[in-house]
């Protein structure tokens, strides 16, 4: 019932922008902050960017502020997650996640930054 399926990831060129969307469904989605995450290989999971339920407050790692930027789209229980100025350091398997308990994760989105 409880869905988010991440899109727009792929295979891109360091330097270049890429957006990710974050689509959900089956749930109060104004109810609950969606963020992001992602692993990279050998890597543990971690939080890229977190968008609370009415955008009052936004975060980013520092691996991504100043080129990242996290929205959310409360009319079409979407978040998307935009990078610029990508480095191969962002190859990652991206997640959104609902912040909840239990948590509900997607299944992922690969983005790989090669040239």
């Known amino acids: 019932q409880v869905q988010l399926v991440e899109s727009g990831g792929g295979l891109v060129q360091p330097g270049g922008s890429l957006t990710l969307s974050c689509a959900t469904s089956?749930?109060?989605?104004?109810?609950?902050?969606v963020n992001w995450y992602r692993q990279g290989p050998g890597k543990e999971r971690e939080l890229v960017a977190s968008?609370?339920?009415?955008?009052?407050?936004?975060n980013y790692a520092g691996s991504v502020r100043g080129r990242a930027t996290i929205s959310r789209d409360n009319s079409k229980d979407t978040v998307t997650l935009k990078i610029n100025s990508l480095e191969p350091e962002d190859t990652a398997v991206y997640y959104c996640k609902r912040e909840s308990s239990p948590a509900a994760w997607g299944k992922g989105t690969q983005v790989t930054v090669s040239s």
């Open positions: 089956g749930f109060d989605f104004t109810s609950y902050d």
């Open positions: 968008i609370s339920r009415y955008t009052r407050r936004i």
